[in-house]
């Protein structure tokens, strides 16, 4: 993994490189592969040198002579091939037409070179070197939830978002469904709210079959919003519901289902040890919210009166409708990421236990590749970033968590002890004037003389020197700073 500093530096050669521009095919680019002998390459700059010597154009011609027997020359002076290989480029650099400046520039790469190459053309060849400041290895991102769900990659400090997708799900507030008002009261081994029942609370019911109190428990909860409502009184109780909601009604020696709407004052309703009859019924036109719950025996006492759990359709198109969205994204991951050698790893994040459902959905080659599973509450791209952040034990070794963990060093001191840091350009000069810099950051954005003036101050004074990225959060923050920060050895005044 090349850091980001190596990457400022390879990025800055290949810059300086790509500002000259031949008048013809005169600039001469060559890449030696890690093992390859310098002996065989100076033969063929040589032999190449023959070739030359047929180019028509006697200015062209000579710069090409001239520019391989400069590079030759400067070959002659390694004893052997660096462990990396190496890259020689020469040419002329003059920027004056009429005159002629031939110069030699040389690197090891920060990776090893697999190829050999010899090139004359208009322009210096840079692609092997680019390809080397991209990062190579990729971690899949997906952050979801029953809503949402955004797919992503993390290479080297960068997240990229590549599929963000929502979901036909509905939500905990919807229009329809059988619903009573929050305040109702209903038995989870005391007496609560309806709006504070949780999803896993045992809620008390009844066993039609064998006539008896029965615990259940709640699969699920939403609220619901209606333009009017019932209130429907006993001797000694109310209970205000959406018109749908389902009662049980003793009809003899019989117990029938009716909806609110079509209850009289006629009918009996059942309660935990008796029945009791309805006074009145009334109307009300005006919109209210109410709360609904699933529970897992189909009903429950609402204010002591048993009413019917219908919902439970509900809650069934709610799990199909997920299971849809899963299938939906798993269909992109497989898209994104299946077939991909570059691919190091899956993290998946998300709220409760939405994500391990969603995980059984997934390619088994991507399963294989899961290095982390996160509970996260955002599943958009803010999600993406939250679920590197929360990562970063997995991604230890990466360039990523290496500068997320020294700018948090740096911000967390800036909080706690501000006189211990130094930023912007006067503050960060003054402070290496009194000798008081431990570590200096600068992003990869600042111009290539202040980061060199700088990294020359870092070495007369030697304290470390790094460079980060602009791609993460932090960096980002620091470059608001100015680009420059330093974590003191001691306060400065």
Known sequence: MISTKEKQRLRKFIRELKSYRGRHTELVSVYVPAG???????QQLQQEQGTASNIKDARTRANVIDSLERMIRHLRLFKKTPDNGLAIFAGNASPVDNKIDIRVWTIEPPQPLKTRLYRCDQTFVTD???????????????VMDRREATIGILRGTMIQTL??????VPGKQKAGGQCCHPQTLVNSGSLIEIRNVNIGDRIEGFNLMKNQVEDSFCLDKWTVKKDRHYVIRTADKKIITSKDHI?????????IEKPAENLSSKDFLIEKHCITKIESIELINEPIELVDIAVKNKNFFANGVLVHNSAQRFHRIREGLAKEFYKRISEVANKEFLGKKELKGVIVGGPGPTKEEFIEY?????????VAVKDITYTDEFGLHNLVELSQDTLAKEVVAEERKLLLDFFTTLAKNPDKIAYGYENAKKAFEYGAVDKLILVDT????????FEQLTEQTNCAFHIVST?????RQLKDLGGIGAILRFQIK
């Open 247 to 255: 009662f049980f009604v003793k009809n003899g020696s019989s117990i």
């Open 446 to 453: 600042l111009d290539d003389k202040i980061i060199e003036e």
């Open 471 to 475: 791609d993460t959060q932090e960096g």
């Open 163 to 168: 599929n963000h997708m929502t979901s036909g």
């Open 362 to 370: 997934l390619n088994n080659e991507i399963k294989k590749k899961i």
């Open 36 to 42: 390859y002998e310098l002996i065989k390459v100076i």
């Open 128 to 142: 092997l070197l680019e390809e080397m400041t991209e990062a190579k290895e990729i971690y899949g991102l997906i």
